[in-house]
């Protein structure tokens, strides 16, 4: 027994509707492809943007929070009339001075660290340093792996003009965290 009028009218209608029925052309599907493709393209820009601010932003917290901690240092020792002691802080690791050091510290080191991304301080120099990971949006005179180099200075009133500190004749006024050299991070907000 073959099948019923009912259900080959049904199977006619299904067969008629799929041949009308038409899926995307190939230009629809190239016009798709570039259309993501562009979305994909300025998603990836951005988030490189949003990575560089981050890094910067974080190095501009750790060296602001630095300077807080240097001048709690300076304002306790002022108040244990221990002035020579400020003098003597120049040059040291400002990072002990922290209530907790950066999570991407990696301590006192004899030489250079080449591990991007991060913290470390130069014995030998005296220098804090970070290596940055965004270099290619990163600007310094430095030649090497791109880095920030900061380091404590003693700020004092020069009364004898000589460019040295004098104990006893030289006013102290406080340290400061100084970058060694010049640096800045290109971003799309300030575009240098």
Request: net charge neutral; glycine share 6%; charged share 20%.
């Amino acid at each position: 027994m073959g099948p019923c009028r009912s259900c080959q009218v049904i199977l006619v209608e299904k067969i008629a509707h799929n041949k009308n029925q038409q899926g995307f052309t190939l230009l629809e599907i190239i016009v798709v492809i570039i259309l993501i493709s562009i979305l994909a393209l300025f998603s990836v820009d951005r988030l490189l943007s949003l990575r560089i601010a981050a890094e910067k932003a974080s190095v501009t917290q750790v060296i602001g929070n630095i300077r807080s901690a240097l001048g709690l240092e300076v304002a306790r020792l002022a108040l244990d009339n221990n002035m020579i002691a400020v003098a003597a802080l120049a040059k040291t690791n400002p990072v002990p001075l922290l209530a907790q050091a950066p999570s991407n510290y990696l301590g006192e080191q004899e030489k250079n660290i080449n591990e991007v991304g991060q913290w470390y301080f130069n014995k030998e120099e005296g220098v804090l340093v970070y290596n940055v990971i965004h270099s290619e949006n990163f600007k310094t005179a430095l030649k090497g792996l791109p880095r920030t180099r900061h380091q404590i200075k003693l700020i004092y009133d020069d009364k004898n003009n000589n460019q040295r500190f004098d104990l006893g004749q030289d006013g102290i006024a406080g340290l400061d965290l100084l970058p060694l050299e010049k640096f800045s991070w290109k971003t799309e907000a300030n575009n240098n």
